[in-house]
């Protein structure tokens, strides 16, 4: 089992910043690839933006050039550093972690912007 503990969510203006984390209960080398979804309501969650154990990364074109993900090994933690917010990018943001047996999901976390 792997828990997946995520902060950073909140309320921010149009064109703003936030920071979202995601720390797993194991070692973060253990997991393979660690990703950011969010869900907005009436829609089907959706991938925002992807990072594999070595470094690769993946986007959503509709956040590509503002968003990033990272991982930080030192702090066993993956970023996703989400800079000119717009009001269609409010969701609750999901982090999922993909092991060799399983996936795993975090508890969610709001991101509001408001225009």
């Known amino acids: 089992q792997v828990q997946l503990v995520e902060s950073g969510g909140g309320l921010v203006q149009a064109g703003g910043s936030l920071r979202l984390s995601c720390a797993p209960s194991?070692?973060?080398?253990?997991?393979?690839?660690m990703g950011w979804y969010r869900q907005a309501p009436g829609k089907q969650r959706e991938l925002v933006a992807a990072i594999t154990r070595g470094g690769t990364t993946n986007y959503a074109d509709s956040v590509k050039g503002r968003f990033t993900i990272s991982r930080d090994n030192a702090k066993n933690t993956v970023y996703l550093q989400m800079n000119s917010l717009k009001p269609e990018d409010t969701a609750v943001y999901y982090c999922?972690?993909?092991?060799?047996?399983?996936?795993?999901w975090g508890q969610g976390t709001q991101v509001t912007v408001s225009s």
């Open positions: 999922k972690a993909d092991t060799r047996y399983a996936q795993y």
């Open positions: 194991k070692s973060i080398f253990s997991i393979g690839s």
